[in-house]
């Protein structure tokens, strides 16, 4: 019953992850359109991990048993509005990593929607699944703090959401409690990628956060003088 309740109570809060991703795209475009640097501040290495982050979600609810809808169905969302972002990024930037990285992720997407046809996974690409979860969880920190260092360096927020990211801590805090209703033997991946997530995501609003307030406090003193 628990299972269900904060399952479900995941999945709703969940849905703040699709407007912050909505939100950001918006943004993009609202820039573009003004004529605007569209994906200033905006890093392709934080949105590929974020979109891996939320991949080796979807693997881990089609590889569990029972099938996890809460899981599976909220990051299928997210994953296709974090393609939608990648692609604003190379149609701004059109480098080729940007591109290769646009490429590897619509591969992955289409590659993890074919595998729910071979459920139940043998026990060897469960194993293959935990494995993914535990490579991701490295490439979110990394991909994270390179967001960091990319808003310390430039001292501005330019295009990047922190609504996107406020809602992307509350995702990761209600999958953390629903990850503790499995047992710790299942769950443990989900645990350490959430809980990686938890720590690295607050930490990058907090310098948002920071870079905001200086940038505001430097308005401030143009407009006195």
């Given amino acids: ?8 109570v995941s999945a709703v809060a969940f849905l703040l992850t699709w407007y912050g991703l909505a939100k950001q795209i918006i943004n993009v475009e609202k820039l573009r359109e003004s004529n605007q640097s569209s994906t200033q501040s905006l890093s392709t ?9 939320f991949y080796a979600n979807f693997i881990f609810g089609i590889a ?4 996890s809808h809460y899981l599976v169905w909220t990051r299928f969302g997210a ?13 701004d930037r059109r480098s080729i990593p940007t591109g290769l990285i646009l490429g590897l992720c619509a591969t992955a997407m289409v590659i993890g929607l074919c595998s729910m046809g071979f459920r139940p ?10 494995s993914l979860m535990l490579i991701v969880t ?13 808003v310390r360096r430039s001292k501005v927020i330019g295009a990047l959401s922190p609504a ?5 801590l509350i995702k990761d805090v209600t999958t953390l409690a629903f990850a503790l209703t499995m047992p710790i033997a299942v769950a443990w991946p989900l645990i350490v990628l959430n809980g990686a997530s938890v720590i690295t995501r ?15 406090e430097k308005n401030g003193h143009k407009e006195a003088s």
């Fill in 1 to 8: 019953m628990l299972y269900h309740i904060l399952g479900t």
């Fill in 45 to 53: 290495n934080q949105f590929a991990s974020s979109f891996f982050a």
């Fill in 64 to 67: 569990i048993e029972p099938f």
């Fill in 79 to 91: 994953l296709l509005l974090i393609l939608v972002i990648l692609f604003q990024l190379w149609q």
């Fill in 121 to 130: 996974y043998p026990s060897v690409a469960k194993l293959g699944a935990n």
């Fill in 138 to 150: 490295a490439l979110l920190i990394q991909g994270t703090l390179h967001q960091i260092i990319v």
């Fill in 164 to 168: 996107l990211f406020r809602s992307i």
């Fill in 202 to 216: 607050g930490g990058l609003l907090v310098q948002m956060k920071m870079v905001g307030e200086k940038s505001g």
